[in-house]
């Protein structure tokens, strides 16, 4: 195939691969971004390209890949790795504090404090950043009884707030 044949053929699926880059990302603006990432690797990869294939598959398999590699790349930097000893994975989340979430922060406070100091000082203590070990040595506890107290600390709470969930 010629060059002006592929690209002639890569033009014509143009309204194709548009439809489908907005199916993936599901925002006109990332959808024209995926489109054009995918011609541009269409291009610089024409030599990949056999004559007598279905280029049609081949530029759709080409914007999936890069579809998935990209989202797997922003995940990746939305995620913090822990260097303790438990190396923890914590994603990225931010949380608007408007009016709403003010009244939501003292309601679930309030929640946690009715909870029994066995359960509520180390789920507290968790939330505030300690480690299990660290929570089990400063309560002279074992690791397996801090881990059980926070789940039923969360267990309790969710049921107490069936609206947050």
Not at 146 to 160: C, D, E, G
Request: aromatic share 12%; charged share 30%; no cysteine.
């Amino acid at each position: 195939m010629s060059t002006a044949e592929f690209n002639t053929a890569l033009i014509e699926l143009e309204p194709n691969l548009e439809r489908f880059a907005y199916s993936l990302t599901a925002n006109p603006e990332d959808a024209r971004d995926l489109l054009q990432e995918t011609y541009l690797k269409a291009l610089t990869y024409k030599d990949k390209f056999e004559d007598n294939t279905n280029i049609k598959a081949w530029t759709f398999t080409i914007m999936k890949n890069t579809f998935i590699n990209n989202y797997r790349k922003a995940v990746k930097q939305r995620t913090t790795f822990d260097s303790s000893d438990n190396q923890y994975l914590v994603n990225g989340r931010t949380f608007d504090e408007g009016p709403e979430s003010t009244f939501s922060h003292s309601e679930i406070n309030q929640k946690v404090n009715e909870l029994d100091d066995d359960f509520r000082i180390p789920f507290q203590m968790h939330t505030s950043g300690y480690k299990y070990k660290e929570i089990a040595d400063k309560l002279n506890l074992k690791i397996g009884t801090v881990k059980s107290r926070i789940f039923f600390s969360r267990q309790k709470l969710m049921n107490a707030l069936p609206d947050y969930q």
